[in-house]
T-cell receptor
């Protein structure tokens, strides 16, 4: 099983719609989880950290399911500017090494 | 506040040539990292540093060397470039260990090895 798995998509989303996707991770001991956003030909930037209780930042909601070892990201009321690749990042423990998923590509369609 | 700056942004090399990528950060971060990003793959850690004068190997260190002589700079060297090293290279820094701290990335350096 890969350390971090994401369905690359693309996820074609009508403007104003809701889109959600999951990321599964292999290490049950992982403690830290993040979503980074990467625009085309740009660097990744932190979107949000994922806490055990889940967290929300405006139209974005992240959740953690430890039992099934996945994190999720939900985007409500999608905007054209949300078009990007969303990278799932998991702390694999030990020496604090981060594992990056391949990303979920979101394309918001007018 | 520039954050993390990488130079050069683009470079084309011939097989066997050498080059150095420079990363500079002005946030006084202790930790610095070099990643590579290839199509269809997640970012992979090449080397990292937990402080001035220290370096350590990441997941894919072969063919690369690094140095951290000054806290603000982290250099990535390719001694004899190979086509397999064609990639986008990202430098990043963080105040503490990457497991619990936000990474700030540079804009990337696109390297093509012919």
């Amino acid at each position: 099983r890969k350390e971090v798995e994401q369905d690359p998509g693309p996820f074609n989303v009508p403007e104003g719609a809701t889109v959600a996707f999951n990321c599964t991770y292999s290490n049950s001991a992982s403690q830290s989880f993040f979503w980074y956003r990467q625009d085309c030909r740009k660097e990744p930037k932190l979107l949000m950290s994922v806490y055990s209780s889940g967290n929300e930042d405006g139209r974005f909601t992240a959740q953690l399911n430890r039992a099934s070892q996945y994190i999720s990201l939900l985007i409500r009321d999608s905007k054209l500017s949300d078009s990007a690749t969303y990278l799932c990042v998991v702390n694999m423990g030990g020496n604090n090494r981060l594992a990056f998923g391949k990303g979920n590509q979101v394309v918001v369609i007018p | 506040n520039a954050g993390v700056t990488q130079t050069p942004k683009f470079r084309v090399l011939k097989t066997g040539q050498s080059m150095t990528l420079l990363c500079a950060q002005d946030m006084n971060h202790e930790y610095m990292y070099w990643y590579r990003q290839d199509p269809g793959m997640g970012l992979r850690l090449i080397h990292y540093s937990v402080g001035e004068g220290t370096t350590a190997k990441g997941e894919v260190p072969d063919g690369y060397n690094v140095s951290r002589l000054k806290k603000q700079n982290f250099l990535l060297g390719l001694e004899s470039a190979a086509p397999s090293q064609t990639s986008v290279y990202f430098c990043a820094s963080s105040q503490g260990a990457s497991g619990a701290n936000v990474l700030t990335f540079g804009a990337g350096s696109r390297l093509t090895v012919l």
